[in-house]
């Protein structure tokens, strides 16, 4: 889904006024996510939050592009004028981290110019490091 560049501008700048691990929903007016109506987001609280940098990432959900999902911000880093920066979703290549692949994975080619395939691909998956680590305490016979 295509956002216009108003409601861009005005999501990037709410997330610019959401500290590291807080959600939106805490900011200041008019710092506050709301509906084209003006009224409050009827989402979960852990909706429209910025991560934290010392804590491991929570789940990765399908359809992770906007910044209105589950824990899906960038935590950011508050700069001079108070406000934090990178106020966006994680990357591609941030979730594809995030799981525990190595920095050099590399895409499948069929998969390299469709966005919202890999965001939800990788939305679906059992994160390697978890995987590893169950399969290491699997009794043997």
Not at 4 to 22: L, V
Request: hydrophobic letters at 35%; aromatic letters at 10%; proline letters at 7%.
């Amino acid at each position: 889904m295509k956002l216009d560049s108003d409601i861009f501008k005005r999501y990037t700048d709410i997330m610019k006024h959401t500290p590291t691990g807080c959600s939106a929903f805490l900011n200041p007016e008019p710092w506050k996510p709301v509906n084209k109506n003006g009224l409050d987001f009827e989402f979960y609280r852990s909706s429209w939050r910025r991560a934290k940098w010392d804590e491991p990432c929570g789940s990765i959900l399908m359809k992770s592009a906007g910044m209105g999902g589950m824990i899906s911000c960038h935590p950011g880093v508050l700069q001079k004028d108070g406000t934090y920066n990178n106020a966006r979703a994680y990357t591609i290549k941030e979730l594809l981290l995030l799981t525990g692949l190595p920095d050099n994975y590399r895409i499948p080619a069929f998969a390299l110019n469709n966005d919202e395939l890999i965001r939800d691909v990788i939305g679906e998956c059992v994160c390697p490091g978890i995987e590893y680590k169950i399969m290491q305490n699997i009794p043997r016979k």
